[in-house]
């Protein structure tokens, strides 16, 4: 089983990343799939979730309205587009594959930058 992150980078205050995460080893449209970030100092945070729907998706408060989480099964992969984009966004963005029967996988992770 492997999540493999990437787009992560520095960014200036406004700007836009997408980030992208690809899986394999398990079947990936039977999982939900998540985004977490961590910033130095601070507990993990929940980001972003999409169902094996792609219409069922939420957001952390701290980023309604300028990120967007998706799916596309056929290249088993997640993305998180961050547009408006805040030094507070500054972390390490984790990629995660959930299903009902408890199964749990983590990518390795990706750091994000926002500053001038």
């Known amino acids: 089983v492997q999540l493999v992150e990437s787009g992560g980078g520095l960014v200036q205050p406004g700007g836009s990343l997408r980030l992208s995460c690809v899986a394999s080893?398990?079947?990936?449209?039977?999982?939900?799939m998540r985004w977490h970030r961590q910033a130095p100092g601070k507990e993990r945070e929940l980001v972003a979730a999409i169902g094996i729907f792609s219409s069922n998706t939420n957001y952390g408060d701290s980023v309604k309205g300028r990120f967007t989480i998706s799916r596309d099964n056929s290249k088993n992969t997640v993305y998180l587009q961050m547009n408006s984009l805040k030094p507070e966004d500054t972390a390490v963005y984790y990629c995660?594959?959930?299903?009902?029967?408890?199964?749990?996988?983590w990518g390795q992770g990706t750091q994000v930058t926002v500053s001038s």
């Open positions: 080893g398990f079947t990936f449209s039977r999982y939900n």
């Open positions: 995660n594959a959930v299903d009902f029967l408890g199964h749990d996988y």
